[in-house]
């Protein structure tokens, strides 16, 4: 699976541009603000049916226009498939493949495997749990429709119990409607358990791409480990939420569930947030998003098409060339890489044997 030829239409700075793309490796160049980023959130897009950076889809419509337009033509094992999509103000968007529009846009994610590493994955480690808790959802809704389906099942769940914490304890008697708690706790376990035995598993298998990535970029001897934290992992949901229960009531929300399930990072078991340099953090976070990559083809025999937004920033030049080499040389899938620099891009890559395909983009889009 490639991306052959992209068009954006008036998404967000680009009015109107046709790209192509080679199998291999691309290499965009331009200026700040030329929309090199704008480009790998349109392929995000259509892999993902959603921005990676921008929550309200409305804002990815170029300035002053109605609508925009993302077709995306794709190789799948040599069979040509086309992915579009139309979003009008407010904010209603059309997918189509191969002119067929997409019923349930959940249906759509993993169709088109992707992987991106950005600038903004250091929100991985200095964020909340809920970046860690998306990036093995973003890992696991791409392989396993059903995953998707429950996470949406349980996270609606927990908003309406939430809901409801926080109507008994507006309500005069405080009388919790026992009722409507049951059932929604009885959505809720279910899906909770499989979501749970997923990114269990999920860990386990992903945890030694992990390590052999962070290895191979580092060239060293630390070792990178994960280990996934649940409250599930001290009993079944139905016991603990009713443990909580008086709990929850005083805190206004559920506080037990795989809403709170956590991933600690660590290199040579030290916590990685505290204890690993901005460097050491950078190469954490290529080897975990590489290792994304290696476990779908591990799963799927695909590699997910890679994306890597300014990546030569804070790496030294070790560890970049280390990296490249694997992005660029080594790795089986298509790799789009942007840089505001053609040279330092051509420098660095003048020891892989691909050949490198150049996209360079002029400041106005
Ligand atoms: N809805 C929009 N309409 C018009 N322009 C937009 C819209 N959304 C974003 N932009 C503009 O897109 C421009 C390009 O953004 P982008 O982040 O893709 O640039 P870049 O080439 O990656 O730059 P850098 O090298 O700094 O990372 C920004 O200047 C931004 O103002
Ligand atoms: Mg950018």
Redesign the pocket.
Known sequence: MHLKNLTLRNF??HAELVLDFSEGVNCIT??????????L?ALHFLSFTKSFLIHQDH?????DCDSMLLDGVYDNNGFEQTVQVLLKKPGRKTFKVNNNAVGKLGSHIGMLPLVLIAPQDIWLLQEGSSERRRFMDMALCQLDKQYLSNLNLYNKAVEQRNRLLKQTASDALHTLDDEQLESLNKVMIPAAEYIYNKRTAFIKEFVPFVVDSYHTISGGTEVAGIIYNSNLQQGKLGTLLQKSIEKDKILQRTSVGIHKDDLEFSLNNFPIKTHASQGQQKTFIIALKMAVCYYIHSQTNIYPMLLL??IFEKLDSNRSMAFLQMAANNYSGQVII?D?HIERCKAALQLTNKEIYYIT?TTNG
């Open positions: 967000k700075n331009g200026a700040n603000g030329s929309g090199k980023t704008n480009i959130d804002q990815l419509v170029r300035d937004d300014d942007t505001t983009l």
